[in-house]
C-alpha cells in the first residue's frame, strides 16, 4: 500500500483561520457545525420542531457547510497524491482498546460519536466551535470550555491507554 501524503497542519489551521474570518465579515454568522445535525433532521422528517427557532430558514447554511466538510476532505486527498480506500484502522495506538470485529469496532465508534453529538447540543456547541470560533472572539465561556476539553481529554487518554488498554 501506498504511503499517506498528508497536508502540512499549518496549512490546515491557515485555511480555518481564512474561513472562520471571512465568515464573520461576510455573513455576521459564527463557525460551528454541531447544529448542522438538526437541519438535517428538518430535510429527512420535516418535523415542525426542525423548521423553526434556530433551524428555521436561513439556516440551511450550517447543513451545507458540514456536507462541505466531507467535500473538502476528498479534495485534500485527491490533491496530495495519495490513495484513498475505506478503513476502519486508527493506528495501532487503538488496536488495543477498540473490538477486533467489524461491527463492534462500528458500534462503539458509532456510539462514541453519539455521545459527542449529544454532549455538543448540551453545551451549545461542539467542541471545535467553542475553541476555534469562540477562543478567537475572546468569549470567557468558550476560553474556559475549550481549556476544560483539553484536560478532559488528556484524562480521558491517560485512562483509555494506560488502564483500560493495560
Not at 40 to 69: P, T
Not at 84 to 91: E, I, R, S
Request: charged share 5%; net charge neutral.
Amino acid at each position: 500500500m501506498e504511503p499517506l501524503v498528508i497536508w502540512p497542519g499549518w496549512l490546515g489551521g491557515i485555511g480555518v483561520g481564512l474561513f472562520m474570518l471571512g465568515m464573520i465579515v461576510l455573513t455576521g454568522k459564527a463557525l460551528g457545525v454541531s447544529s448542522a445535525y438538526g437541519d438535517a433532521c428538518g430535510v429527512a422528517f420535516g418535523s415542525a420542531h426542525y423548521r423553526s427557532g434556530e433551524f428555521g430558514a436561513g439556516h440551511m447554511w450550517r447543513l451545507m457547510f458540514a456536507l462541505g466538510l466531507p467535500i473538502g476532505g476528498a479534495i485534500a486527498v485527491f490533491t496530495s497524491g495519495a490513495s484513498w480506500h475505506p478503513t476502519t484502522d486508527m493506528g495501532t495506538l487503538y488496536e488495543p482498546v477498540l473490538p477486533q470485529a467489524l461491527w463492534a469496532r462500528a458500534l462503539v465508534l458509532a456510539a462514541g460519536g453519539v455521545l459527542i453529538g449529544y454532549g455538543a447540543r448540551a453545551a451549545g456547541g461542539c467542541q471545535s466551535g467553542h475553541a476555534i470560533m469562540g477562543m478567537s472572539l475572546l468569549n470567557p465561556p468558550s476560553i474556559v470550555s475549550g481549556a476544560c476539553f483539553f484536560v478532559g481529554g488528556i484524562i480521558a487518554v491517560q485512562i483509555l491507554f494506560r488502564v483500560i488498554a493495560a
